[in-house]
């Protein structure tokens, strides 16, 4: 189905509303035409967007072997990264996670834990 295109002029003192198929227009007055588009058929993708500026880039990994409870991390992004706490197995895990500053992260679990920390 192809685009309906409609033209409609006003110049009356009230607005009007307009009904064309299954759209409703509301027209205001204006000495000037108003274009109305009905939805036709979806037309092919686009191509492909401009590159975003680069990524910061840098990750770190934590490898706490020791159980611990509290474990503090220096990681020296100087930024306050995303964190993902996975068991020594690659489960992920559930912790507090407290930002000392931007290059450093508090880690805090419920009992002593070994634990990979990956910081991007």
């Given amino acids: 189905m ?3 295109v409609v ?3 006003t110049t009356e003192e009230a607005s009007e509303i307009i009904t064309v198929s299954e759209t409703t227009v509301i027209a205001t007055p204006v000495d000037a ?3 109305i ?3 036709g058929l979806q037309g092919p ?9 680069p990524g910061v880039g840098e990750a770190f ?10 474990t503090d991390i220096g990681h020296g992004l100087d930024r306050f990264p995303s964190v993902t706490l996975t068991e020594l197995d690659g489960t992920i895990m559930e912790a507090e996670v407290r930002f000392v500053d931007s290059n ?3 880690v805090r679990t419920t009992y002593p834990t070994s634990f990979i ?4």
């Fill in 61 to 70: 990994k934590h490898e706490q072997l020791d159980p611990a409870t509290i």
């Fill in 2 to 4: 192809a685009d309906q």
């Fill in 45 to 53: 993708p686009g191509g492909p967007g401009v590159p975003g500026p």
């Fill in 37 to 39: 588009v009905t939805e």
């Fill in 7 to 9: 033209e409609i002029t």
């Fill in 33 to 35: 035409p108003v274009l």
């Fill in 117 to 120: 920390a990956y910081l991007n």
């Fill in 104 to 106: 450093n992260i508090r």
